[in-house]
């Protein structure tokens, strides 16, 4: 798990803050007035917080798994001095 945390790119950063700022308005709308709406907004900014860590840390281990595309494991392999190999 920590290895797969230590790969967080700062797009997995940017989910994880950003899905329960998205979700936040959306929740306090959803809340029927006049007492509901913080309780709805404070329910629907955990919920986003726990789908953002999940989806981040998704991403991270499907890169590590070889599923998703690793830019920056390449970069280090490149500099390396390997070289990629070519078909042909």
Same mark, same amino acid.
């Given at each position: 798990? /920590?290895?797969?945390?230590?790969?967080?790119? /700062?797009?997995?950063?940017? @989910? @994880?803050? =950003?899905? #329960?700022?998205? @979700?936040? #308005?959306?929740?306090?709308?959803?809340?029927?007035?006049?007492?509901? #709406?913080?309780? &709805? +907004?404070?329910? =629907?900014?955990?919920? =986003? *917080? *726990?789908? %953002?860590?999940?989806?981040?840390?998704?991403? &991270? /281990?499907?890169? *590590? +798994? %070889?599923?998703?595309?690793?830019?920056?494991?390449?970069? *280090?392999?490149?500099?390396?001095?390997? &070289? #990629?190999?070519?078909? =042909?």
């Amino acid at each position: 798990m /920590w290895t797969t945390m230590k790969n967080y790119s /700062w797009r997995e950063y940017c @989910i @994880i803050v =950003g899905l #329960p700022l998205f @979700i936040a #308005p959306f929740s306090y709308q959803s809340g029927v007035r006049p007492r509901v #709406p913080l309780h &709805s +907004m404070c329910a =629907g900014m955990s919920l =986003g *917080l *726990l789908g %953002g860590v999940m989806l981040a840390h998704q991403r &991270s /281990w499907g890169r *590590l +798994m %070889g599923f998703l595309p690793n830019d920056r494991e390449v970069e *280090l392999y490149l500099r390396k001095g390997h &070289s #990629p190999n070519k078909a =042909g």
